[in-house]
C-alpha cells in the first residue's frame, strides 16, 4: 500500500465520520419535536385568545346598548306615569314582576 491509498483511506473514512455526523445533526431530537408542539399549541390558544376578546368586545357593546334602551323605557314610562297623574288620573297597576326582571329594576321605581 502506497500513499495515495492511505490518504484515499483516510479521506473516505473522513467523509463517512463526517456524514455520520451530518445525519445525526440534521435529525430532530425529541425535545425539538415537544418544543415545536408547544409553540403551535401556543399559537393556537393565542389565537383563540384574540378571538374571545373579539367577542367579549361585541358582547359589551350590546350590552351597553340594551342599557341604553332600557334607560330610555324608564325614563318614558315615568314621563307617561308624569303625565297620567298630571291629568287627574291614576295609572294602571303594572303587571306582576319576575324574580328575573326584579333583580335588574329593583332599584327603579316604575
Known sequence: M???TWVQIGAG???TVAAAFVGRSARRTRRQ???DDFTAVKDALNERIDEL???????????GDQAEALNYLVV?????VA????????PPAPPPMSDRVRDYLHHIDV
Open 2 to 4: 502506497n500513499t495515495d
Open 13 to 15: 473514512t473522513a467523509t
Open 33 to 35: 419535536e415537544s418544543r
Open 53 to 63: 376578546k373579539d367577542e367579549m368586545e361585541d358582547q359589551r357593546k350590546l350590552v
Open 76 to 80: 318614558r314610562v315615568r314621563s307617561l
Open 83 to 90: 303625565y297620567i297623574r298630571k291629568a287627574g288620573m291614576e
